[in-house]
């Protein structure tokens, strides 16, 4: 199938932005590649100090028959839902290392965290910024440079963009990417979602409120909502970082184990073929694109607009929110899941998941199928569904036609013809919307602004009555080098509860939402943010704003003249000393004070 025109030209476009610092970076990566393998290479006592836990058998084979020795990161905890199952995957990734003639270490640990859990206190203002603790956390696992090639253990938000950076730097290693699964389906998202909006009105207390997120967070597994940590997934099957098919397999299915297994064979057969295929070289340019398209196409999380800047960045491939806009306009949204849906992730994959999407989106000239992947059949192994047979054997089958196609559709027949982002711009910045969920009578919403410093300001006037009209929230100094740029998901129920008593409202915020802002529209990472002098320290209460997600714009409709002429305000100093203080922030100082905007990555490490 010819590549979409508009998808070759987006390409072009990156390729050509990128050529300085993509060859830089190739550079880099071919004299690392080049070198002699580490046990050969650095001294007898880097050697010795290298290998010295490991069992005779094994430190015989890496160092005196020089066999492949694989490095493991992993971000397991035994806190965190969806990385609770990686706790036994470094002794299975080792035995069938042994069973190939090579060994496995286990490099070093990330940390990971949960939004879930920090949501709306002081330790979500780490979260943004524990993606670049993760990569550098990488780096220094990777650091001790006696592996020819990598695992990446790791699910959720932060993890999987954070290990990824820390890969690229390490681009010369063959890398594959490694997964849990999400958590078997329990109560319904929309019916979490209810029993949130009715405890936002006062009609249930916390012991309803808690029973029913218990039942919604059950067990082990990432959420079954298609946010960040389940967007990961599909792009990392985009990017052919996986072992095909892996993403939304469920931690206790029996296929589970041996995909962990067919993991450490596929790094370790790229290692032993001498295959050029390493990390660095699998993320190019048209693998960006293809990540891009997968999150369009599935109307994934905002918070890629963030982390795969990043990422890209990480490989010396500059990208930008216009590329998503301009891929936005040709490609489909294929997908409806929560929050652009009823259907969980569970209910994904049985219609079709990862590999009915990549096929259509193939099929349709949208990717690009010419990239190279971890597997030797390159993007095409991804259009198939990994099951086992009784003797542990895996085969994958196509995916075939949609198994219901209330959540998945062909390119034929989409949920919209239009990717299920869009970018705003206009007097009041760049941000962008999730619009994949918002319903069409809501991409035009004006109406006078109602201005707050922080999100439990909100909070404290939706309880006092006073939000009862057509209203545009503004919440500003939530940006990265005011606070980290913390996700705002407890802003939902107010502002759902508000739209749907009938009220046109909508959300304005140089912060994050990712897939929480569901129904209700909400122009995010409004770029430049408030505290870096961006125009929201401008507004004023009452101002007339317009939110228009047809024609991508955000303005103030104020006169030009006195805009220009109207005074920023500065953050206060009392928000400036608070959002320092406690849960750790004191040690993110410098990260806040370095970060970029959203649309460059927020990077603290540029």
């Known amino acids: 199938m010819k590549l979409n025109p508009a998808v070759e030209a987006v390409t072009q476009r990156i390729i050509e932005r990128s050529q300085p610092t993509r060859s830089s970076y190739l550079e880099r990566l071919t004299l690392a590649a080049n070198r002699k393998p580490g046990p050969e290479r650095l001294g007898c006592a880097n050697v010795a100090h290298a290998f010295a836990a490991m069992p005779v058998n094994d430190k015989l084979r890496v160092v005196t028959e020089r066999a492949p020795n694989i490095g493991i990161v992993t971000a397991y905890n035994d806190m965190l839902s969806a990385h609770a199952p990686l706790q036994h995957y470094p002794d299975l990734i080792k035995q069938e290392a042994r069973k190939g003639g090579a060994t496995a270490q286990v490099a070093g640990g990330v940390p990971a965290m949960c939004d879930g859990i920090t949501q709306g206190t002081a330790g979500m203002e780490l979260s943004l910024f524990s993606r670049d603790v993760i990569a550098m956390a990488t780096a220094v696992a990777l650091s001790h440079d006696v592996f020819d090639g990598a695992l990446m253990l790791g699910v959720c938000d932060k993890i999987v963009p954070g290990l990824l950076i820390g890969a690229l730097q390490f681009g010369h290693l063959p890398t594959v990417f490694v997964p849990a699964g999400p958590m078997t389906s329990g109560l319904s998202n ?66 589970r184990e041996e995909l962990t297994r067919e993991a450490l064979r596929t790094v370790l057969g790229i290692t032993k073929a001498r295959r050029f295929a390493p990390i660095g070289q699998v993320v190019d340019e048209r693998c960006i694109v293809n990540a891009m398209v997968a999150l369009l196409a599935t109307g994934g999380s905002t918070n890629h607009l963030i982390h795969w800047v990043a990422v890209a960045r990480a490989a010396g491939i500059v990208i930008d929110w216009n590329d998503f806009a301009a891929l936005s306009e040709v490609v489909p949204l294929l997908s409806r899941v929560y929050p652009n849906g009823a259907a969980d992730v569970n209910q994904f994959q049985a219609a079709g998941g990862p590999g009915f999407v990549i096929r259509e989106l193939l099929d349709a000239g949208l990717m690009h199928a010419d990239v190279l992947t971890v597997r030797t059949g390159g993007l095409r192994e991804y259009t198939g569904i990994p099951s086992a047979s009784p003797d542990g054997s895996l085969h994958w089958e196509d995916a075939g036609a949609s198994r219901d196609d209330a959540i998945v559709r062909p390119t034929s027949a989409p949920f919209s013809p239009h990717g299920g982002l869009k970018l705003l711009a206009g007097n009041l910045g760049r941000s962008v919307i999730k619009i994949s969920a918002v319903p069409d009578d809501r991409h035009v919403i004006e109406a006078p602004c109602r201005v707050f410093d922080s999100q439990e300001a909100l909070h404290v006037a939706f309880a006092a009555d006073e939000l009862n009209r057509d209203l545009i929230c503004v919440v500003r100094w939530q940006g990265p080098q005011a606070n ?106 410098s990260m806040r004070r370095n970060a970029l905007s959203a649309e460059q990555g927020a990077c603290s490490w540029l």
């Open 190 to 255: 929309g019916d979490k979602s209810k029993v949130r909006e009715l405890a936002a009105q006062g009609l249930v207390g916390r012991a309803e409120l808690l029973q029913a997120e218990s039942k919604a967070y059950h067990g082990p597994g990432t959420c079954t909502f298609y946010g960040t940590a389940n967007s990961n997934q599909m792009l990392l099957e985009a990017m052919g970082l996986h072992v095909p098919g892996t993403a939304f397999i469920n931690p206790g299915a029996a296929v």
């Open 484 to 589: 980290g740029m913390p996700e705002l998901h407890k802003l939902t129920p107010p502002l759902a509860v508000l739209q749907g008593k009938g009220f046109r409202v909508a959300l304005v915020t140089d912060g994050r939402m990712s897939g929480a802002s569901g129904k209700v529209p909400a122009a995010i990472h409004v770029s430049p943010e408030a505290a870096a002098g961006g125009a929201l320290a401008k507004v004023r209460d009452g101002d007339i704003i317009r939110l228009d997600a047809n024609a991508g714009t955000l303005q103030v409709l104020v006169d030009a003249a006195q805009w220009e002429v109207r005074a920023t305000q500065p953050m206060p100093q009392a928000l400036i000393e608070a959002n320092g203080l406690g849960m750790g922030r004191e040690l993110f100082a």
